[in-house]
């Protein structure tokens, strides 16, 4: 009986996902940001940032780690990437806001923010990102997890997710590739995400990159 009755409810919850509108996979949640400590492994996502497909294919083992400071509202976060066979660490703070996570440089116009979106995997965090430099508006969509295997059911939610924003098809990472060590060299993160989206000329040799890879690897 105690089987059958689980069987139900597993039905039910696979009902209950399949008729989930848009507006409810992109509404905002509330996160309990004292669960935000510790190291998330950055799985996929898509972006309309110009380059950000492009790089996707050449990024391998990526993860963030989130520390709280002294102060309750703000965390800083460490965060790897492997590109080329080298690894790149860049660090960088963030406060909440309103449930977001909030990035700001108002003497250069930067203002990034990460929302948190439904997600089907109890150790996973999708954001959504809205990324603006002047009048440039970029947005992204970013599945994080403690594990480098998620279900099934998470990755078509993340699809659908994307559908219903307009954005291009998910891309994933090799979830097989070697992570990048713990004490790589750090750069600071702000003023990279700032550079990349200000670089016009990058922003440009960024969509004929995307195009082609679109054609001929994805």
């Given at each position: 009986?105690?089987?059958l ?10 009902l209950?996902h ?24 950055f ?8 380059g950000?497909r ?18 309750s ?20 703070k ?9 990035m700001?440089q108002?003497?250069?116009?930067f203002?990034?923010k ?20 002047g ?7 970013l ?19 994307a ?22 060299a ?13 670089a ?13 890879f ?5």
């Amino acid at each position: 009986m105690r089987s059958l009755a689980l069987l139900v409810l597993l039905c039910f919850v696979c009902l209950g996902h399949a008729d989930l509108d848009c507006g409810a996979l992109l509404k905002p949640i509330h996160y309990n940001h004292d669960e935000l400590r510790g190291k998330y492994h950055f799985l996929g996502g898509s972006s309309n940032l110009p380059g950000s497909r492009s790089w996707a294919y050449t990024l391998t083992g990526v993860w963030a780690e989130a520390f709280p400071t002294s102060q309750s509202d703000i965390f800083e976060f460490t965060q790897a990437q492997r590109m080329f066979g080298k690894c790149f660490n860049i660090k960088y703070k963030m406060a909440i806001e309103n449930g977001a996570l909030v990035m700001k440089q108002p003497e250069h116009s930067f203002y990034l923010k990460d929302e948190y979106l439904l997600t089907d995997c109890p150790d996973c965090v999708t954001l959504y990102e809205t990324a603006t430099s002047g009048n440039d508006t970029f947005y992204s969509l970013l599945l994080f997890s403690k594990s480098r295997t998620v279900p099934d059911s998470a990755l078509e939610m993340l699809k659908k997710q994307a559908e219903c924003q307009n954005m291009p098809s998910v891309i994933m990472l090799n979830k097989h590739s070697e992570a990048c060590p713990d004490d790589p060299a750090p750069m600071d993160g702000a003023e990279a995400f700032r550079y990349v989206m200000e670089a016009k000329m990058v922003h440009v040799f960024g969509r004929i990159m995307d195009a082609l890879f679109d054609i001929f690897v994805n």
